[in-house]
């Protein structure tokens, strides 16, 4: 269940640099998780939903639908992961996981292109401070959109991308909460005709354990 804050700094139609700040619940997402390949349920897959709770149509004449924080479509995601240990002690593992983000209902004749994300790291488990655990993480992450499709708003030519960043992250775990924070730099970047990229992406997670 996200809920975004948003900064946009864009040129409207007159050519004018304005500005628009605003913060919104997002787009929630509905998974549910197979575990049961290996006893130590170190292969999954991942089947959901996305719903189209995030608000499409804020400003519409100056931020277009691809910077909406709502994309107005219902999406299938189907992904998968595997963990292996690198030691007997199980302090270093390796990971790799992917999910693919497929639209399947649209509003307002809107396609947003479909979305691939896949990562590959390692982790260390053995940092513990009294009850915190704390576990470095490094890791690659690859995605690949394609460009945003329909008659209204959609903008073929400047929407879509392939990008490879680099990620230096912590995870502390305090039961039952778990807190990741990395940093992500690009090291590769495609992007489909003229679009806004950042230098770096910062992203921090609570997670709640019931």
Do not use: C
């Not at 304005?18 to 991942?46: C, E, K």
């Not at 479509?73 to 790799?96: I, K, M, P």
């Not at 730099?185 to 770096?200: C, I, M, S, T």
């Amino acid at each position: 269940m996200p809920y975004d804050f948003r900064h946009l700094r864009t040129a409207d139609d007159t050519g004018a640099v304005v500005t628009r700040n605003w913060s919104q619940l997002g787009d929630i997402r509905l998974q549910g998780i197979y575990t049961g390949f290996f006893p130590d349920m170190s292969a999954g897959v991942t089947l959901g939903l996305k719903l189209p709770t995030g608000n499409w149509s804020y400003d519409p004449d100056v931020v277009d639908r691809d910077s909406q924080l709502g994309t107005g479509s219902t999406d299938l995601l189907l992904g998968g992961y595997y963990y292996h240990n690198l030691d007997a002690n199980s302090r270093w593992v390796w990971f790799a996981q992917a999910e693919l983000d497929l639209p399947v209902l649209t509003q307002d004749q809107y396609q947003p292109g479909l979305e691939l994300d896949a990562a590959t790291g390692i982790y260390y488990n053995g940092l513990s401070f009294g009850s915190v655990r704390v576990s470095p993480v490094a890791q690659a992450i690859f995605s690949e959109r394609t460009s945003d499709s329909g008659a209204n708003a959609a903008n073929p030519v400047a929407s879509g991308f392939q990008r490879l960043l680099l990620s230096a992250g912590i995870n502390v775990h305090v039961h039952p909460v778990d807190i990741y924070a990395d940093a992500e730099f690009p090291v590769y970047q495609d992007f489909v005709g003229n679009q806004l990229a950042a230098p770096v992406l910062f992203k921090v997670i609570v997670s709640y354990h019931f």
